[in-house]
């Protein structure tokens, strides 16, 4: 849940606005939270990880076991998730029959709540991987970021921090995971600086990206509306571009928001 400013707040909309923290309850908006399952011949991914189950211990909304999984009543004001029984991305794993133990990487699109606190419901992965730029962002000490994150959800992980190894993208910072090109997490900062897009691609160059908070649905990309908070909306702004090239490009299969209203859970076959 968030106010409709968050997303589509665009360039005019200041952060206490976006925030949500006086907003009125018939402003508010859910949006959905997406985790990617990605299956290579020999390797498994999964890109973010969603919520924890503790957010939503029975599969209903619990004020108390949010502010405590949260580890604030700030963060609580700004998001609160409904995770209904089989959703916890375990959970869901689980359902088509894979283990967390399974998975050969979990890699983050960065850190946020939503996207980082159910990683300890996956920690028995092999590697779990996130940029260097993310993790010293999350972990400086500026009063909004003590807010924003919380160590918990990814301390006593075998969370890793990479460095760019490759110059694709807005901010010309990429990793590619295996070394074979087949797995780039692409840096477009501005929602936060290390944050990640993950572009997947196969032997013809044909691919699929997903921009993770990069904008909040198509529209982000098509109509340039950036977000309500962002870390630096020049940069932002810069990465929508390159979102929209990329989307609007012939070898692009699919290209996903991890939060759009529109996106419905399927199966890409690249
Ligand atoms: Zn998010």
New binding site residues.
């Given amino acids: 849940m968030s106010l409709r400013n968050f997303p589509f707040g665009g360039e005019n909309c200041n952060p206490l606005k976006a925030s949500g923290l006086f907003g009125r309850k018939k402003d508010r908006l859910w949006l959905p ?1 997406s985790s990617y399952l990605i299956e290579f011949p020999a390797r498994k991914v999964l890109f973010d990880c969603g919520w924890n189950r503790e957010m939503s211990p029975k599969g209903t909304f619990d004020k108390k076991a949010q502010i405590k999984s949260l580890g604030g009543y700030f963060l609580y004001k700004t998001n609160q998730g409904l995770l209904p029984q089989g959703e916890a991305i375990d959970e869901q794993l689980r359902s088509l029959g894979v283990k967390p133990s399974d998975l050969d990487f979990v890699l983050l699109s ?1 850190l ?1 709540c ?2 980082a606190n159910g990683l300890k419901l996956v920690d028995e992965a092999r590697r779990i991987l996130v940029s260097n730029e993310e993790l010293r962002f999350a972990t400086n000490k500026t009063l909004v970021n003590k807010i924003r994150y919380n160590p918990r959800w990814w301390s006593d992980t075998k969370i890793e921090g990479f460095d760019w190894n490759g110059a694709e993208g807005p901010a010309k910072q990429s990793y590619d995971v295996f070394g074979d090109g087949s797995l780039r997490m692409i840096n477009i900062p501005g929602h936060s600086p290390g944050l990640c897009a993950l572009k997947i691609v196969n032997a013809e160059g044909q691919f699929v990206l997903l921009f ?2 990069g904008g909040y649905a198509k529209k982000s990309w098509k109509e340039q509306i950036t977000s309500g908070i962002a870390d630096d909306r020049a940069a932002q702004k810069k990465s929508l571009l390159w979102i929209r090239e990329q989307c609007l490009a012939p070898n692009c299969v699919e290209s996903l928001a ?2 759009d209203p529109d996106a419905i859970p399927h199966v890409i076959e690249l």
């Fill in positions: 939270v960065h946020d939503d996207h993770s908070d991890n939060h």
